[in-house]
């Protein structure tokens, strides 16, 4: 099995920035060069995939409503992912999401095999 647990939300300002991050551990997490993303869900809205990143980090995705703002990177020697968020708007606003796939292209199409408990994040206007 493996454990996500997520860190780095809290309040900010609108334009400020804030870095999450995801440690994994798990037997599993060592046997699969899985990869990881983040999703977030705001309150009356439907969770949505947000970025994600293979193993190797040689392909990301973004959602277009945080390209150009947010950058997920990950160190697979620490087993950790991150998503740094910067020029943060008040729509930002959500519970963050860890979550890990055993490839890509799963993480992209299915739901991720393994989620995390979520880390608000807040951006006050």
């Known amino acids: 099995q493996v454990q996500l647990v997520e860190s780095g939300g809290g309040l900010v300002q609108a334009g400020g920035s804030l870095r999450l991050s995801c440690a994994a551990s798990?037997?599993?997490?060592?046997?699969?060069?899985?990869?990881m993303g983040w999703f977030r869900q705001a309150p009356g809205k439907e969770r949505e995939a947000v970025a994600a990143?293979?193993?190797?980090?040689?392909?990301?995705y973004y959602s277009d409503s945080v390209k150009g703002r947010f950058t997920i990177s990950r160190e697979n020697a620490k087993n950790t992912v991150y998503l740094q968020m910067n020029s943060l708007k008040p729509e930002d606003t959500a519970v963050y999401y860890c979550a890990g796939a055993r490839t890509y292209s799963s993480l992209r199409t299915l739901p991720p095999n393994y989620w995390g408990q979520g880390t608000q994040v807040t951006v006050s206007s």
């Open positions: 990143i293979s193993w190797g980090g040689g392909s990301t």
């Open positions: 798990g037997r599993a997490f060592s046997d699969y060069t899985m990869a």
